[in-house]
């Protein structure tokens, strides 16, 4: 580009690491990134209005937000679900919100099995025996409940790229092919699928892989819940609010469902006063399956190929709203 041209504006809403700049450095002749933590609020809402281009994380982006936001063209989300942003206002100002669906599925799917394991086999119960001295002998109860992926039938709600990536895995460690079900919105023709109540009825792990929608908020009710084996295991690393985590506390509680392992909560960060945080039978980890340095490099191959499509005049890809 010519000494003439005015950079382009991204207000980058995360933290970045040596990693991330090293890799966006490259590109500083013609994009200008002003850097701003999430809970800082001070530098967000100085930058704001000068932003063309946001690069989302987590924190919410709200109408208000957008509406002070004059200048931005592309509210980019380094992820798949635009939950957090208020697509609504986004397209009445003619702002396209672009996500990147797939960038994050192989992290997310090792996050989900890393917890299915510790969930499975008491790794933090262990982990705490372990170093008070208290873990010899074993409990004898090691034996009658702890299972291997391999030996469990694997229900996996939701049937996207995450979803698929977790399945290889488990056949792969041993899950019977013809153990590993899914279900979507409809019936695939896939032998594995099953209605969403036969689904939480057969598996011995429940993982959840689908967006946050008005359908899907709860959709793991006390009712739902209620229809799971009392051994089973819960996994979410989709969308918090997805299940009713009162009445999941309940249930792990109350000896009706064996254990639970939780990327994500209805408030985040999670409340202090969350009962799920009391219980020992949950692994809990602060909404980061997503978070290596090869999800960010992917992520970044798309923010910034979609920058240089603003740059260039071009189309910009996987957007999710249509603006004029």
């Known amino acids: ?22 890799m966006v450095a490259p590109e500083q002749d013609w994009l200008d990134i002003r850097w701003c ?20 994380v987590l924190r919410p982006l709200s109408g208000a ?4 936001a004059r200048r931005c063209r592309l509210v980019h989300k380094l992820g798949a679900g635009v ?8 397209t009445a100002r003619g702002i396209a919100v672009a996500n990147m669906p797939g960038a994050n599925a192989p992290s ?9 394991l510790a969930a499975l086999r008491r790794l933090p119960a262990l982990d705490r025996a372990t170093r008070a001295g208290t873990g010899w002998p074993s409990d004898p109860s090691l034996g009658e409940t702890v299972r291997d992926v391999g030996g469990c039938t694997v229900g996996l709600v939701g049937y996207g790229n995450i979803a698929k990536q977790v399945e290889r895995v488990v056949i792969a460690m041993g899950a019977p092919a013809d153990r590993v079900l899914h279900t979507s919105t409809r019936d695939d023709g896939n032998p594995g699928w099953r209605p969403l109540t036969e689904l939480l009825a057969e598996s011995d792990i429940v993982s959840l892989h689908l967006p946050l929608t008005e359908a899907t908020h709860h959709l793991l009710d006390r009712r739902a819940l209620a229809l799971m084996k009392p051994d089973a295991v819960l ?8 299940v009713d985590e009162q009445a999941l506390a309940e249930a792990l509680r109350d000896g009706r469902l064996a254990a639970a392992g939780l990327d994500v909560f209805s408030v985040e960060p999670v409340d202090a006063d969350n009962p799920l945080l009391d219980l020992d039978n949950v692994v809990l980890t602060p909404h980061v399956t997503w978070y ?13 190929s979609n920058c240089r499509r603003i740059r260039d005049g071009r189309p910009l890809a996987n957007v999710v709203n249509q603006v004029n």
């Open 108 to 116: 997310v799917a090792e996050g989900t099995v890393l917890l299915m």
């Open 37 to 56: 933590a999430e809970d800082d609020d001070t530098t967000f809402y100085r930058e704001l209005p000068h932003a063309e281009v946001i690069w989302h």
């Open 1 to 22: 580009m010519d000494s003439d041209t005015v950079a382009l504006r991204v207000l980058a809403h995360f933290t970045p690491g040596q990693r991330v700049l090293d």
């Open 65 to 68: 937000d957008l509406e002070l």
């Open 235 to 242: 996994i979410n690393t989709a969308r918090g609010p997805i």
């Open 83 to 90: 939950n957090t942003i208020d697509v609504t206002t986004a």
């Open 292 to 304: 290596t340095a090869d999800t960010m490099r992917r992520y970044l191959e798309f923010a910034l």
